[in-house]
């Protein structure tokens, strides 16, 4: 048996866990520079303030529902995912966690009686709301994508109370058919409507396709997407989440800058987070594309970007740095004001099939990187870094509604006062 267990609008209910104030209050997360809507709690969805739209656009929509508007507070979203997936971990004989407010359960040596997960799945929604304050949805099934519906209908479904299960004919029928094809996991808006074109418009209809026909017209994805969802297992973790074979770290800047130190500084920070997540997945990177722009919105448009080449496959932040400030002066020009920037990691390949270049000594330091991801993970990111990475922080974003950091800062873990 597999199980789901999904945050419910996880960034905005993680703003609510040390705020007990606005915990039954209308809550809305932006994105970067409070460009546009993230999250929606429940409550403020139940005012139809909709997602992914910008907020200037809906800023008097919601100042006339008394909504509360809130930064994205990255750290303080780690730091609760972290102690949130700890707490869903114990339930289980093997988790993955899949993203930061999602996790994968599969269970082996668990096998209560029938409907009894109805019970484990409360208990588990229990035991996170008590130790973390955060609201989950829990969906349970024989293979990972029906886990994924049941999830789906747990959440979003009339009739379920925060825990679907699919160990039957009749609950998967009963499920399958009041979900549509997008609402699958992997399938997606682009290939629903292919899916519509050939008169399957839900779960149900796709389940009933045999799976090599769905195989020839699309992939072999669908293959084990049909299959699955007929209760036969076809993914494994790995299946789950691939090695990326690119990998970008880019951002547009609070407010326009001009200095090349603060370009550059930006520059290096980009990398940083490249290298950090090249290693993290044991990738090196042959090549390394570098830009730098000002907004479309400008008089005249500018955009620089170069592609650096290195001499032998690398994840070393150091070595990346210096590949940014040997070109830096070919992507720079003064007068311009620049709004984004970034870097991308391309032709990426494994780090255990490297092969050495008799004529180019690498320059590396593996030791030294191991230290720096090792620090960084027990004293929280961005402890340790590189100097030129912290010459100019004038161009970080803009979070002009940011809540404390309750966790990672001690100047704001919360004070409780007894008189």
Known sequence: MYALVDAVAFYASAEKVFDPVIRSKPVVVLTNNDGCICAVCPIARRL?????V???KVKQLLAQNNVVIRSSNYELYADLSDKMMNVIGRFCDVQHVYSIDESFLHFNGYTPVINDWFAYGHTIRRTVWRETKLPVGVGFGS???????????????????????INCEASRKAILQRMSCQDIWGIGKRLAKKLKVMNIHTAWQLAQQNPNSMRRAFSVVVERTVNELNGIPCLNWDDVRQDKREIFSTRSFGE???????????????????????????????????????????????????????????????VMANAVSQVFEQIYQPGIRYYKCGVGALELIAQQFQQDDLFNERTD???????????????????????????????????????????????????????
């Open 365 to 419: 330091n593996p030791p030294l990187m191991n230290c720096l991801d090792a620090i960084n993970k027990r004293y929280g990111k961005g402890m340790l870094s590189l100097a030129s990475s912290k010459l100019n922080e004038g161009w970080h974003m803009n979070r002009n509604f940011l809540s404390p950091q309750y966790t990672t800062r001690w100047r704001d873990i919360p004070k409780i006062y007894c008189e």
């Open 48 to 52: 139809n303030i909709p997602k992914f």
């Open 256 to 318: 326009r800058i001009y200095e090349p130190t603060a370009l550059k500084t930006a520059l290096i920070n980009h990398v940083t987070v490249v290298a950090s997540k090249l290693r993290k997945q044991k990738s090196l990177t042959k090549q390394l594309y570098i830009f730098a722009a000002s907004s479309s919105h400008e008089s005249v448009f500018y955009k620089k970007s170069y592609m650096y080449t290195f001499a032998s496959p690398t994840n070393d932040t150091c």
């Open 54 to 56: 910008p907020y200037f």
């Open 143 to 165: 293979t990972a994508t029906l886990a994924k519906a049941a999830n789906h209908a747990a959440k979003k479904l009339s009739g379920f109370n925060g825990v679907a299960v």
